[in-house]
């Protein structure tokens, strides 16, 4: 049986005015994606000091992206926690609610290995240009590697905040500690506690309402550092400019291509696939969506973006905000299929072509299972280090050749964002529809919220 949507009081009733272009945040970022292109082509052009250290400009551009980076990772624990904890009481209003739950996991996994298939696929056309150019200079090992047997004792957290602390003691006798977290650790909390609240019922009731309230804090709190992206943005574009140069990007051109014609694949067969399969419009469901798709291409943060996502979601394509408010935050932690199934399988199959290894069909089946089951890894946050080391470690290919992609990271990283940002928003969707918490004249109805 169905869940039945209720009449939401907060829902919009009159169309907002338009507003100008140039305040809207897409508008914003695209100015910053320029400027930062033209500041990395100008440190590329100052060039080296004597010294052969970077110049000043590089130096600028890099502190600036990363101060936003740090702001952006700044509120993930805090958010992953209320979030959650928020989202499970609320989706005890739902009926059927581990229907729910089983149907979104369900969809997680069906797009998962219809995104990797896309990406072996490209993977293996592309072979005969993929490394064109591309030397061994740059072959090292990642600073952060993925391993089952790790991944697997880390579900486990150290302590009740899913905190670990790394304390080192330099030549001076001085020590230092640097702090670190798991989020999925951290949802794995969050989700115990939200069931408990659940179960205790009434007098559980201050201790979610305060959760809610912090939720709501936190989420203006993060979207004052949304509103800092374009700024942001042309740090990060001007930093892999000047950092990488042009023909570090150029070596990589081929592969860089592959990445995106198999995101666009997904993009723009897979998910019209499944939406149309389940009745679902494709062209609105993108209009809807696209304030979320277009912010996390350029924050390259599922996290970062989560509450964009929501808002999209429940305002925009009419899913129930009890329901919306738990299939993105679990989207956002462990819906990845840019960053845990087409960005690992091209990547793979260019390093091994790069090693000279020929991968068989058991590799290939290999990669599909790490991305239908290891997508968490990722942990909704910048980069795919983990996952990327997971799938190689896994078929037993060199890590070194990790550090042959690292040149075009921040480039990849941001189509990959995007795929994994409408993958979330599409999951929520057709599971809405599917199980009767979706508001179809929302989801025809012209985009109320837009960034």
Not at 201 to 230: D, H, N, Y
Not at 357 to 365: G, P, Q, S
Not at 381 to 393: I, N
Request: proline share 4%.
């Amino acid at each position: 049986m169905s869940s039945t949507i209720e009449a939401r009081p907060d829902a919009p009733t009159t169309s907002e005015p338009r507003k100008p272009f140039y305040t809207h945040l897409g508008f914003q970022i695209l100015v910053g994606l320029a400027v930062g292109l033209v500041l990395g082509f100008i440190a590329v052009s100052i060039g080296k000091t004597p010294e052969g250290e970077h110049n000043w400009l590089t130096n600028l551009l890099r502190e600036v992206g990363g101060a936003y980076v740090k702001l952006l990772m700044l509120l993930v624990v805090p958010l992953v926690v209320t979030a959650v904890i928020s989202s499970i009481a609320r989706l005890q209003q739902v009926k059927n609610a581990a229907r729910l739950a089983v149907q979104t996991l369900v969809w997680f996994a069906i797009t998962a290995l219809a995104s990797v298939i896309v990406g072996i696929v490209v993977g293996l056309l592309s072979k005969p240009w993929l490394t064109a150019g591309v030397s061994g200079d740059a072959a090292a090992l990642p600073s952060r590697q993925g391993d089952w047997a790790a991944f697997l004792l880390g579900l486990i957290p150290n302590n009740i905040f899913g905190l670990n602390i790394n304390a080192s003691i330099n030549d001076a006798g001085v020590v230092t500690a640097n702090p670190s977290f798991s989020v999925l650790q951290i949802l794995l909390i969050s989700i115990l506690f939200g069931i408990a609240a659940v179960k205790v019922g009434e007098k559980a009731a201050p201790f979610v309402g305060f959760m809610e309230s912090a939720l709501s804090i936190i989420q203006k709190v993060l979207w004052w550092i949304i509103r800092l992206a374009p700024i942001g943005t042309a740090a990060l574009v001007g930093r892999a400019v000047a950092t990488y140069g042009w023909a570090s990007l150029a070596s990589l051109g081929a592969f860089v291509v592959a990445l995106y014609v198999g995101l666009a694949v997904v993009w723009v067969a897979v998910y019209p696939a499944v939406l149309r399969f389940n009745g679902l419009n494709v062209a609105q469901f993108y209009k809807n969506t696209w304030p979320a798709i277009s912010l996390g291409f350029f924050t390259r943060s599922s996290m970062g973006t989560m509450p964009v996502t929501e808002q999209v979601v429940e305002r925009n394509l009419g899913v129930q905000r009890e329901y919306a408010s738990f299939a993105v935050p679990l989207g956002a932690t462990t819906k990845m299929d840019g960053c845990a199934a087409v960005f690992p399988a091209i990547a793979a199959i260019f390093i091994a072509q790069f090693y000279g290894i020929e991968l068989n069909l058991t590799h290939y089946l290999l990669i599909a299972f790490v991305a239908v089951l290891g997508s968490s890894a990722t942990a909704g946050t910048t980069g795919a280090t983990v996952m990327l080391t997971l799938t190689l470690s896994t078929l037993g290919l060199p890590l070194e050749g990790v550090g042959l992609l690292l040149a075009v990271e921040p480039i990849v990283d941001m189509g990959r964002t995007a795929l994994n940002v409408t993958g979330q928003a599409l999951v929520a969707a057709v599971v809405g529809k599917r199980e009767g918490v979706l508001d179809q004249k929302i989801y025809d109805a012209r985009p109320q919220f837009a960034a």
